[in-house]
């Protein structure tokens, strides 16, 4: 049994950490320029805030298996297939970004405010106001984001199996519901609680050291 | 030093500022007072540009604070210390790292930064709280370290705004006399926002008193609660309580006055009864000043008044 579960855990820890990892980097982008163009924002700009509020939106309404579908021609353009653990990255990781975008834009605006008018009072850049004060601020909600896309990954991983993703979730299927092997079953969903409750101790463990 | 020349500014079609005009000197300690949405902040940001006014001028050693580029205004602020009512420190950087902030960002040198905040910590008497966290700290000690970092670029200008509204009485006099000190020692022109008189009477040598915007009073401080007139007294909400048979008369004592035992010297010399119904003395800046108010017979006016007036004495029937 463990020739099966190792590398589909091994799947799963792939596919979920390169796609947080993309998620966080597209995700952080988006975010500061929201914060920027925000309403009474260092650079506020209605019209790039609502087009990206949109697109955010609608992203994060479709449901992840009809996303990876409609991403099909996405994933083989940039990864040459459209099957596979590898292709199963470009969904997630599309379907994550949105989220992490959304988590860094309210951990950035949890910011004081004061904190932000001091820094302009001493002539910061708009630059140097994101990056060397609200950044430095909010770096423990940022790593509880992080945390919390992590976990939210591996979730919609189980259901990369649906693209030939491969990882724990498709062993769960295949073998636990299909075959009827009740104990493959068991044992993917008890490493899959491992897991997650490893990264969220890991995250917890972060917060509580930057949080000061 | 700072000069505002029939300043106005809007918020969309509320008149915040309306027609606002004075000149604050170097060197001195200048309060704008006035209770909460007078505009007395956005008076005061407008001084360093965090806001813009709409028409009008507002001249910094000679420069026009709305002609700045973004780039010329941030080199401008280097000159522009600013304090705020809830110390605005960063939570996850220690004392000596927010004292540092300001001069990383322009760029010094670590030899530089570390002698310049050295130097700041020992005046705001805080030396042995240089690696301890904001969240470790009194609010007065918070303050303490907002007012280091705002004078680590060396500027002419300490911006003031509500830096003591959060703090209690004795904190807020201790800080207070450090704003003096630094006032007399770095030669730091200050002004001040503020809702307490307290505050005012304590530390400023002149006050702008506003309301809706309006400039309700200007004048130095001593004089300004020494012969308040209506409005300044609706403003202090204070009235006399005072009889209404007889005749009322309101006695100043200027600086100079007070202990002169006026009051019953003039019993004596006049020989005469009367009821001191009303009364109040204040220190300011450190002088003592204050009215009384008396309660005579009709028939003793005269006499009175012109006892009154042989010696000098400010006074008002009331």
């Known amino acids: 049994m463990l020739d099966i579960l190792l590398p589909a855990l091994g799947q799963t820890v792939y596919m979920s950490l390169i796609s947080t990892t993309l998620a966080v980097i597209i995700g952080f982008a988006l975010a500061i320029v929201l914060i920027l163009t925000s309403k009474d924002g260092l650079r506020e700009n209605q019209t790039i805030y609502s087009m990206l509020d949109v697109v955010i939106n609608t992203l994060r309404s479709f449901p992840f298996i009809i996303l990876m579908i409609v991403l099909f021609p996405l994933t083989k353009f940039l990864i ?31 910011v004081d405010k004061g904190v932000v008018e001091a820094a302009k009072s001493f002539g910061a850049s708009d630059f140097q106001i994101i990056f060397k004060v609200m950044c430095v601020e909010a770096l423990p909600s940022i790593i509880s984001a992080i945390t919390l896309t992590l976990i939210t990954v591996i979730g919609f991983s189980a259901m990369a199996g649906a693209v030939g993703g491969g990882g724990l979730g498709d062993i769960a299927i295949k073998y636990g519901y299909y075959r009827f092997q009740t104990d493959t079953m068991m044992y993917t969903v008890i490493i899959l609680i491992a897991l997650v409750q490893i990264v969220q101790s890991l995250g917890d463990y972060l917060y509580k050291i930057t949080k000061k | 030093m700072i000069n505002i020349q029939k300043l106005n500014k809007f918020y969309n079609t509320t008149k915040v500022l ?6 604050i000197q170097k060197g001195e300690i200048f309060a704008i007072v006035g209770h909460s949405g007078a505009g007395k902040s956005t008076l005061m940001r407008c001084i360093n540009g965090l806001e813009d006014y709409s028409d009008g001028s507002l001249k910094v050693n000679g420069k026009e604070i709305n002609e700045l580029s973004k780039e010329n205004l941030r080199e401008f602020r280097k000159n522009i210390g600013m ?50 966290f904001p969240n470790e700290l009194s609010g007065g000690q918070k303050q303490r370290v907002a007012i280091a970092r705002a004078l680590t670029l060396d500027p002419d200008i300490l911006l003031s705004d509500e830096a003591t509204s959060a703090l209690d009485p004795n904190t807020t006099t201790a800080i207070l006399n450090l704003l003096k000190t630094i006032n007399e020692k770095l030669n730091i022109t200050i002004v001040l926002v503020t809702h307490e008189m307290e505050v005012v009477k304590q530390v400023a040598q002149r006050a702008l008193l506003l309301e809706h915007g309006n400039i309700i009073g200007f004048d130095d401080t001593e004089e300004l609660f020494l012969k308040p007139d209506e409005k300044m007294k609706e403003f202090l909400g204070e009235t006399e309580v005072v009889p209404n048979v007889g005749i009322n ?30 009364g109040k003395l204040e220190e300011i800046n450190t002088h003592i000043v204050g009215n ?13 008044l012109h006892y009154i007036k042989q010696h000098n004495i400010i006074w008002e029937v009331i």
Do not use: C
């Open chain 1, 80 to 110: 040459g297939k459209s099957i596979g653990t590898t292709a199963a990255i470009i969904p997630l990781t599309i379907g994550a970004a949105p989220f992490v975008a959304r988590l860094i834009e309210s951990a950035l605006k949890e």
């Open chain 2, 83 to 132: 304090i705020f009512q809830h110390f605005s420190l960063i939570q996850r950087k220690t004392v000596f790292e927010n004292i540092a902030l300001p001069m990383q960002l322009w760029g010094y040198s670590k030899k530089e930064i570390s002698k310049k905040v050295n130097e700041l910590l020992s005046l705001v008497g805080l030396d042995t709280k240089l690696n301890a």
């Open chain 2, 18 to 23: 309306d027609n606002v005009s004075i000149d």
């Open chain 2, 249 to 278: 008369i309101k006695i100043y004592f200027p600086k100079d006055n007070v202990f002169q035992s006026f009051i019953t010297k003039m019993a004596r010399e006049l020989d005469m009864d009367f009821d001191i119904v009303w």
């Open chain 2, 292 to 304: 009384m108010v008396i309660n005579i017979k009709n028939e003793h006016k005269e006499k009175v």
